[in-house]
T-cell receptor, first 112, second 113 residues
Framework: SQQGEEDPQALSIQEGENATMNCSYK?????LQWYRQNSGRGLVHLIL?????REKHSGRLRVTLDTSKKSSSLLITASRAADTASYFC????????????FGKGTRLSVIA | NAGVTQTPKFQVLKTGQSMTLQCAQD?????MSWYRQDPGMGLRLIHY???????DQGEVPNGYNVSRSTTEDFPLRLLSAAPSQTSVYFC????????????FGSGTRLTVV
């Protein structure tokens, strides 16, 4: 069963705008990860945030984690057409040796 | 290039046929897993392994077998293909004893007719 649920299911924005995607989960976690999937391709790891962290940055990506609300958000700033993809959150209950549980994803379209 | 290699990329099977999806990684990752991706369903875990000789079931294991005889390889066997197994299959690997992102293969698109 899915642990994470992304919101919205689909998002369409203009190039240069910021895109925010949210993820909610149900059980306690060790870490939460975000992945990108371009159409017809495998998933690519973007960023990992541990349960004792509240915010993390990587380039134009900003991830927040609120363990009290069991939620996370992914912000992509100054979006580009190349950011068009599906984005998935995934949670791990333990460190490293247990499966990631993925949500159903948010489909982001960035219009040039 | 280091990474996860999946073969074949595409496959069409007839109902009842068996086949093996291959997955190999060269990063010395202890952890490997198989997911299937269906439209609107996200990724669902089929089987996973935390090291050679150790495998466990995921969310949707029925109709699939795995084995892990080496660190590098983690094949997925379909015993008797059914149309419900039409899907895109992804293999992924990671380190076992630390929080780390998964490296995914490029996928196998399987159609069962």
């Amino acid at each position: 069963s899915q642990q994470g649920e992304e919101d919205p299911q689909a998002l369409s924005i203009q190039e240069g705008e910021n895109a925010t995607m949210n993820c909610s989960y149900k059980t306690s976690i060790n870490n939460l990860q975000w992945y990108r999937q371009n159409s017809g391709r495998g998933l690519v790891h973007l960023i990992l945030i541990r349960s004792n962290e509240r915010e993390k940055h990587s380039g134009r990506l900003r991830v927040t984690l609120d363990t009290s609300k069991k939620s996370s958000s992914l912000l992509i700033t100054a979006s580009r057409a190349a950011d068009t993809a599906s984005y998935f959150c995934a949670t791990a209950r333990n460190s490293g040796n247990t499966p990631l549980v993925f949500g159903k994803g948010t489909r982001l379209s960035v219009i040039a | 290039n280091a990474g996860v290699t999946q073969t074949p990329k595409f496959q069409v099977l007839k109902t009842g046929q068996s086949m093996t999806l291959q997955c190999a990684q060269d990063m010395n990752h202890e952890y490997m897993s198989w997911y299937r991706q269906d439209p609107g369903m996200g990724l669902r875990l089929i089987h996973y392994s935390v090291g050679a000789g150790i495998t466990d079931q995921g969310e949707v294991p029925n109709g699939y077998n795995v084995s892990r005889s080496t660190t590098e390889d983690f094949p997925l066997r379909l015993l008797s293909a059914a149309p419900s197994q039409t899907s895109v299959y992804f293999c992924a690997s990671s380190y076992r004893d630390r929080p780390y992102g998964y490296t995914f293969g490029s996928g196998t698109r399987l159609t069962v007719v």
